[in-house]
């Protein structure tokens, strides 16, 4: 049984063998990885291009200082007084007229359940 079957496959596979004609796929292959390679070279050198114009400009805009990527200094407080806390506001002395930080309204004191600890502010609607 099993020559039988195996004689069926080989004349159907020499069938389909004749009526096959032959390809030559060498010219596709090499015309394929031509253009490959032209892509990846011109891709490649407008990549170099950018970099070579680029550079140049981006280090002249950093020297100029352009005030584009340089941290912003120190701003001093209006009034001249330096704070000393996150929670501290400036309020006016009634002796010398000198200006002392007091902590303000929300940190001092216990709160309403008689803790200690400042209270956790809830979140804001636009939050």
Do not use: C, W, Y
Request: charged fraction near 15%; hydrophobic fraction near 30%; glycine fraction near 12%.
């Amino acid at each position: 049984m099993t020559s039988s079957f195996d004689d069926l496959i080989r004349s159907t596979l020499s069938e389909i063998a004749e009526e096959a004609t032959p390809v030559n796929l060498t010219h596709r292959a090499v015309g394929t990885a031509r253009r490959r390679r032209t892509v990846t070279l011109a891709l490649s050198g407008v990549a170099v291009a950018a970099i070579l114009v680029g550079t140049p400009i981006a280090v002249s805009a950093a020297q100029s200082g352009g005030g584009h990527g340089r941290p912003a200094g120190p701003k001093p407080s209006p009034s001249g007084v330096q704070q000393t806390g996150p929670t501290a506001e400036p309020t006016p002395s009634p002796g010398g007229g000198k200006v002392e930080p007091t902590p303000s309204p929300s940190t001092a004191g216990p709160t309403p359940s008689g803790s200690t600890k400042p209270p956790v502010p809830s979140p804001s609607p636009s939050d």
